[in-house]
């Protein structure tokens, strides 16, 4: 069996098993890398502390945005034009059954770019620079899969286009759910982090017969949030009452995106 394909099986075996506590903004890509990092295996933390010494850092949370960051890099146009597709993927009905073929047109999806990189961060044989680079783009993908408008089915490129008045101001849907409403708890990524870190394991959703690839499994979840009747406000409108009822779900999101990112590291950083 390919390294790939057992991490995989790997993966979904120790997900559908293990006690787990329940995109983003730099805060929440930040808080994901961090929930990540404090549940790291011993080997997997020394190849990462290995792997990040050029970058004069050993902290996830360095890394966690540079996919993003890469956008206003000149020297990087051409890997942001590369890669700016596999940041979320488009579901094509409010099913949101992840049909590959539809969904996922020649890889370019947030699935297919962690099946990608992940493969490239295991593989021993390839130079450190590409397996740190795969490295980051695995810690900001999986933040990215887990928040909602990143693996939403309307048109309206992942909330983007969904204008709402939040907090006395025109934004969109995707930048509330970005960053507006975790800004509510008026906290740096490091209190988040300690915040979301609570040992009190919640239950994630069981594996989706008949998919084999988590990472699907996690679009999937996402899309499932966004088609929820109380996702999108009818009167555009960010209400309080709309914070206190969806905030907990994106912090859940958060903290299952950390201790999946940690699995997936764990997995791939110890064959």
């Not at 890398?33 to 996830?60: F, G, K, M």
């Not at 890889?107 to 770019?113: L, N, S």
């Not at 995707?174 to 009190?200: C, N």
């Amino acid at each position: 069996m390919p390294t790939s394909r057992r991490i995989l099986v790997a993966l979904l075996v120790s997900l559908a098993v293990a006690p787990w506590a329940r995109a983003w903004g730099p805060v929440g890509h930040s808080v994901v890398a961090e929930l990540a990092q404090r549940h790291l295996s011993p080997a997997a933390e020394a190849e990462v502390e290995r792997l990040l010494a050029p970058e004069r850092t050993t902290s996830l949370a360095d890394i966690a945005n540079w996919p993003d960051q890469i956008q206003d890099d000149p020297a990087r146009a051409a890997l942001w034009k590369q890669t700016r597709s596999q940041h979320y993927i488009n579901f094509h009905d409010g099913d949101c059954d992840y049909v590959p073929p539809r969904d996922c047109r020649d890889g370019r999806c947030v699935v297919a770019a962690l099946q990608y990189y992940v493969g490239v961060l295991g593989d021993r044989s390839q130079p450190d620079a590409a397996r740190r680079e795969a490295l980051k783009f695995v810690v900001h993908f999986v933040g990215d899969i887990h928040q909602p408008l990143h693996a939403g089915y309307r048109d309206d490129k992942g909330g983007n286009t969904y204008q709402v008045q939040f907090d006395g101001k025109g934004s969109n849907l995707h930048k509330v759910w970005d960053s507006g409403m975790l800004s509510t708890r008026h906290l740096d990524w490091q209190a988040y982090a300690q915040q979301l870190d609570s040992p009190v394991p919640v239950a994630l959703p069981q594996p989706i017969a008949p998919l084999d690839n988590p990472y699907a499994q996690w679009a999937e979840e996402s899309c499932r949030i966004t088609a929820e009747a109380s996702f999108y406000p009818s009167d555009h409108a960010i209400s309080q009452a709309y914070v206190r009822a969806e905030l907990p779900v994106a912090e859940q999101r958060l903290r299952a995106a950390g201790r999946r990112l940690a699995e997936v590291l764990n997995l791939t950083l110890t064959q």
